[in-house]
């Protein structure tokens, strides 16, 4: 599977912004697809995920409420539509899929194939 992330940007506190990754290659339908992002100096960590099967979803706490994951089967696509934007979402976004149980969707390590990076700023 391949994949790749765009849709990030420049934006004011309180904007919004719809970050995309698209899926191709072997079917897919067994993955879950999750959401990370990476600020300078600091470790990668979860946003959110969800099962293409099913569409199960999870979230970190930090962007609950705020921030939404959806897919289009027909496109292979999955959105993250991230609103109400703070400056400590500032972060290099990812995608990237995998076969774990959703007791692990947050652990980073476990996710075995990753999309290239699509930077998100927003400013105060």
């Known amino acids: 599977v391949q994949l790749q992330a765009s849709g990030g940007g420049l934006v004011q506190s309180g904007g919004s912004l719809r970050l995309s990754c698209t899926a191709s290659?072997?079917?897919?339908?067994?993955?879950?697809l999750g959401w990370f992002r990476q600020a300078p100096g600091k470790e990668r960590e979860f946003v959110s995920a969800?099962?293409?099967?099913?569409?199960?979803?999870r979230y970190a706490d930090s962007v609950k409420g705020r921030f939404t994951i959806s897919k289009d089967t027909a496109k292979n696509t999955v959105f993250l539509q991230m609103n109400s934007l703070k400056p400590e979402d500032t972060a290099v976004y990812y995608c990237a899929t995998t076969r774990i149980v959703w007791s692990e969707w947050t652990n980073h390590k476990q996710y075995n194939n990753w999309g290239q990076g699509t930077l998100v700023t927003v400013s105060s």
């Open positions: 969800i099962r293409w099967s099913g569409g199960t979803t």
């Open positions: 290659g072997p079917s897919f339908s067994s993955y879950t």
